[in-house]
């Protein structure tokens, strides 16, 4: 592309971002440069002086391992701030990262995707999180039609497009014709919760004691929705403490077990999909028995999930290319094109 002298300028100046603020991971998209950073939602701070000691990649490795005068937790639950003061911290701590710690000439404006259930004081707390974090505009969006942008699902069309984003702390699914939401659920049940089911199995089962980071790992190195012959011997060894001796031990886990630990919360996904195809207007109906369903966020990487639904549904599933990075693709892309998609942005 050519640039003019006067938007080459702009382009040098302006930092614009589109930020997908996520219960599990942040990631953020610069105008006119793409995704410059992608972080888990976890910062750890002094608990003496509030200092932040580390964020993102770093900060989750100190999870569930710090010492007492240091605090490392993930800001967002369920999709939605639940410690205001800490996320604005790791916010400006993302943002200085992709400022390379350079002070800016222009405060930026930003796009943030929140759940499509968000309340307006929750929607509130996105808003004044980001301007504290150093925004001049705050825009937000909702997250499954930035999903579904970010998919490159034809939203602007008079037809029906669905997605089901599961992300960490929720599960969202809508029906999209003309830039607009015609239906949608959202569920707090995602990748988290799954992880927390498998702590729980491994408990019941074998008084073994987990921590979630090690459940998220068995989940994704064996877990699975739907199970084909050969994957239900695929086994894991896990550590962790006996509860009655209270030693460490280390037990072998295999697919189906897994798959077993995780039936709760698929059902629960399968319904809020099935709500809102009963709920879908006839004539986006009729569309979707050909264009099936789209899915995105980290959730819908679980294996054979997407033939479960396709199973349980009768209609045609697709996991989306990159599909942690929907939403953030699909924000961005509204900042690109701001004068066609300015409608998608939700209304103050
Ligand atoms: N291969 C995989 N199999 C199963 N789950 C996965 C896989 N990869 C990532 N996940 C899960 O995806 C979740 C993170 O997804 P994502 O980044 O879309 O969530 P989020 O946007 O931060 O959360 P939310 O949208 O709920 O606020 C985590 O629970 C993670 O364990
Ligand atoms: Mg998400």
Same mark, same amino acid.
């Given at each position: 592309?050519?640039?003019?002298?006067?938007? !080459?300028?702009?382009?040098?100046?302006?930092?614009?971002?589109?930020?997908?603020?996520?219960?599990?991971?942040?990631?953020?998209?610069?105008? /006119?440069?793409?995704?410059?950073?992608?972080?888990?939602?976890?910062?750890?701070?002094?608990?003496?002086?509030?200092?932040?000691?580390?964020?993102?990649?770093?900060?989750?490795?100190?999870?569930? !391992?710090?010492?007492?005068?240091?605090?490392?937790?993930?800001?967002?639950?369920?999709?939605?701030?639940? /410690?205001?003061?800490?996320?604005?911290?790791?916010?400006?701590?993302?943002?200085?990262?992709?400022?390379?710690?350079?002070?800016?000439?222009?405060?930026?404006?930003?796009?943030?995707?929140?759940?499509?259930?968000?309340?307006?004081?929750?929607?509130?707390?996105?808003?004044?999180?980001?301007?504290?974090?150093?925004?001049?505009?705050?825009?937000?969006?909702?997250?499954?039609?930035?999903?579904?942008?970010?998919?490159?699902?034809?939203?602007?069309?008079?037809?029906?497009?669905?997605? +089901?984003?599961?992300?960490?702390?929720?599960?969202?699914?809508?029906?999209?014709?003309?830039?607009?939401? +015609?239906?949608?659920?959202?569920?707090?049940?995602?990748?988290?919760?799954?992880?927390?089911?498998? +702590? %729980?199995?491994?408990?019941? !089962?074998? /008084?073994?004691?987990?921590?979630?980071?090690?459940?998220?790992?068995?989940?994704?190195?064996?877990?699975?929705?739907?199970?084909?012959?050969?994957?239900?011997?695929?086994?894991?060894?896990?550590?962790?403490?006996?509860?009655?001796?209270?030693?460490?031990?280390?037990?072998?886990?295999?697919?189906?077990?897994? %798959?077993?630990?995780?039936?709760?919360?698929?059902?629960?996904?399968?319904?809020?999909?099935?709500?809102?195809?009963? %709920?879908?207007?006839?004539?986006?109906?009729?569309?979707?028995?050909?264009?099936?369903?789209?899915?995105?966020?980290?959730?819908?990487?679980?294996?054979?999930?997407?033939?479960?639904?396709?199973?349980?549904?009768?209609?045609?599933?697709?996991?989306?290319?990159?599909?942690?990075?929907?939403?953030? /693709?699909?924000?961005?892309?509204?900042?690109?094109?701001?004068?066609?998609?300015?409608?998608?942005?939700?209304? +103050?």
């Amino acid at each position: 592309m050519k640039f003019f002298p006067a938007q !080459k300028l702009f382009s040098i100046f302006s930092n614009d971002m589109a930020i997908d603020l996520g219960t599990a991971n942040t990631v953020v998209y610069v105008r /006119n440069k793409g995704i410059l950073l992608n972080e888990p939602s976890v910062v750890a701070v002094d608990a003496n002086t509030n200092k932040v000691l580390a964020a993102g990649k770093q900060a989750k490795e100190m999870l569930g !391992k710090t010492p007492e005068n240091i605090i490392a937790c993930r800001p967002m639950r369920d999709g939605v701030i639940a /410690n205001f003061k800490l996320t604005e911290s790791m916010l400006r701590h993302f943002i200085r990262i992709i400022h390379n710690d350079r002070r800016t000439l222009i405060r930026p404006r930003m796009i943030i995707g929140v759940p499509s259930g968000i309340t307006q004081v929750e929607k509130r707390a996105v808003e004044d999180s980001a301007k504290q974090a150093g925004a001049r505009e705050v825009y937000t969006i909702m997250e499954p039609m930035a999903a579904a942008i970010g998919a490159g699902l034809p939203v602007q069309d008079p037809c029906g497009n669905m997605v +089901v984003d599961i992300g960490g702390g929720t599960t969202e699914v809508a029906v999209i014709s003309l830039k607009s939401v +015609v239906f949608c659920r959202s569920v707090r049940v995602g990748g988290d919760e799954m992880d927390r089911a498998i +702590v %729980n199995y491994v408990k019941r !089962k074998y /008084n073994l004691l987990i921590g979630e980071r090690t459940a998220e790992r068995i989940k994704i190195d064996v877990g699975a929705a739907l199970l084909d012959v050969n994957e239900e011997k695929q086994s894991i060894d896990v550590k962790g403490r006996d509860l009655i001796t209270g030693v460490p031990k280390t037990v072998t886990l295999t697919s189906s077990e897994v %798959n077993e630990a995780l039936l709760e919360i698929v059902a629960s996904i399968i319904e809020v999909v099935r709500v809102a195809l009963e %709920n879908t207007p006839p004539e986006l109906s009729s569309d979707l028995v050909d264009k099936g369903i789209m899915m995105a966020g980290g959730g819908s990487l679980l294996r054979g999930l997407d033939r479960l639904i396709s199973k349980e549904t009768g209609l045609p599933v697709q996991v989306a290319k990159d599909p942690l990075f929907c939403v953030v /693709n699909g924000a961005g892309k509204v900042l690109e094109e701001l004068d066609f998609f300015k409608d998608t942005l939700m209304s +103050v």
